[in-house]
């Protein structure tokens, strides 16, 4: 079982950055690919980034590619989630998940997911 917290979440202006990060409990962190997501008020929930268990591949949507970077620590066993530029169509809660297999944008293959935490992008 691997529980998640996501962190780092909050009001920024357009044009600015925050970092995100997705602590995971539970020894097997490491063999888990993870996912982040995100959801707007009145929207589906829509993928944002994946990252192999190694870190080795990473996957991004095509709204965030070249702005947002996800990586992760095994050591600490965190996930991140690097936003820059941001943009108004940015805001949304943002989730983090972990998958047992080898998903990227496919929500329903991931087992275990956050609470979520707001971000929100002022124009």
Not at 29 to 45: D, I, L, N, T, V
Not at 98 to 115: P, S
Request: aromatic share 12%; with cysteine.
């Amino acid at each position: 079982q691997v529980q998640l917290v996501e962190s780092g979440g909050g009001l920024v202006q357009a044009g600015g950055s925050l970092r995100l990060s997705c602590a995971a409990s539970g020894r097997t962190f490491s063999s888990y690919r993870m996912g982040w997501f995100r959801q707007a008020p009145g929207k589906e929930r829509e993928f944002v980034a994946a990252i192999s268990w190694s870190g080795g591949s990473t996957y991004y949507s095509d709204s965030v590619k070249g702005r947002f970077t996800i990586s992760r620590d095994n050591a600490k066993n965190t996930v991140y989630l690097q936003m820059n530029s941001l943009k108004p169509e940015d805001t949304a809660v943002y989730y983090c998940a972990a998958a047992g297999t080898l998903a990227t944008h496919q929500a329903e293959l991931y087992d275990h997911w956050g609470q979520g935490t707001q971000v929100t992008v002022s124009s």
